[in-house]
């Protein structure tokens, strides 16, 4: 197996232009498992460590960028106030080993169901940034990112660059449901975000279907029927959880049924929705 070492940006696309079956490695947290159970035996690994500019993050445009190389410890130590939903979740992922290695484009790229980032991405209307060589830049919103289990939407010779998140409007929180309290993969998670300015509330369920996804019925049901200057009507709360919960689509393995996940899913999603108009409407009587 052939190891490629890239210190610049352009470096990496012509080596990934090159060597199109090289795999990237940034934190390693997914790969080298893989590696190591020999589930995966690539051709060639792509460590990208060594470029600088993606371990950078900055606002442009009024629109986050976040580095494919920028950690979930970065983010949980610097963007809890722009990106609050995506900092909760970064906080669950792992050990602060883990945290200190693990980033969001490694999340998108393994592009697991159980990723503890997508969600939250979903919900904040997130694009990811991808390049090649020969055709330059594009960008994918992260709907469209997934395409199945462990599959993305990247091309052979694309590697992500960077994730690109408008700053929080209003409030986002993330829930996950494991076997226990800290290093565990989710058996479901949910995030919510609210966008008042658009009067929209974003969703994204985890671990409760072939790819993360959002609850586009129960994103609906708010969009007609949510007022924003009163609390939140229990039926509708109710209803809510139960579109969400409808949106899942599990299967049983080791870490819960699919009765379960649906169950959680809904649960999850009423918390949240919850927690986050309790926030909403305190900030408007400040």
Known sequence: MDFLRPTT????????????GALPVQGGTDVMVEINFDVRRPEALLDLNQVAELREWGMTDGICRIGAGVTYATVVDEL???????????????????RNRGTVAGNLGAASPAGDSHPPLLAAGAVVEVE?????????????????????????????????VEPAQGPQYFSKVGTRNAMVIAVCSFAVALHPGERRVGTGIGSA??????????????????????????????????LCARAAAPIDDVRGTAAYRVHAVGVMARRTLTWAWNDHLARRAA
């Not at 060589?133 to 010779?157: C, M, Q, S, W």
């Open 80 to 98: 809890g106030g722009v990106l609050p939903g995506l900092a909760q979740a970064a906080r669950t992922v792992g050990s602060p080993q883990i």
């Open 209 to 242: 279907a072939p790819t993360p996804r959002r609850a586009l019925e129960a994103e609906a049901l708010l969009a007609r029927e949510l007022d924003w200057h009163a609390p939140l009507d229990p039926a509708l709360l109710a209803r809510f959880g139960e």
């Open 9 to 20: 940006w352009a470096q990496a696309l012509a080596a990934k232009a090159d060597r199109p």
């Open 132 to 164: 090649s060589r020969e055709r330059g830049t594009r960008l994918i919103p992260a709907a469209e990112f997934y395409l199945g289990v462990k599959r993305n939407a990247l091309e052979p010779d694309e590697l992500i660059r960077a994730v690109r």
